[in-house]
């Protein structure tokens, strides 16, 4: 599928470009040669082959879940200046 001059005019239009008259032809050349590429992909016999989630198949080294540090809830409420049920009260800032 190759692009004439209108509809690369047409699709810098709606993608908000400013092309120059001198720009047009290296972009429409460069367009086709994109859109070339992917019918060449396209066209790779793919039967058989699994898809990846990754290139190299790596997997996350996570840590042990472990608690780490203490609890300070009661004494940073002991400081707060309204506490309820173990929640900070605030004043209502939307009606």
């Known amino acids: 599928m190759a692009l004439e ?3 690369v005019e047409k699709i810098a239009h709606l993608a ?3 092309l120059d008259e ?11 040669n994109i859109l070339g590429l ?3 992909m396209q066209a790779v016999d793919t039967t058989g082959v699994e898809p990846l989630a990754h ?7 996570l840590r042990a879940d472990q608690v780490t540090e203490t609890n300070h809830r009661d ?5 707060a200046p309204a506490v309820e049920n173990g ?8 009606e």
């Open 75 to 79: 004494e940073y409420q002991a400081i």
């Open 55 to 61: 290139p190299l198949e790596a997997t996350q080294r």
């Open 22 to 32: 001198g720009d047009l032809p290296r972009t429409t050349e460069t367009l086709n």
């Open 87 to 94: 929640l900070y009260l605030v004043p209502k800032v939307i």
């Open 5 to 7: 001059r209108c509809e």
């Open 16 to 18: 908000r470009l400013g």
């Open 38 to 40: 992917i019918d060449r």
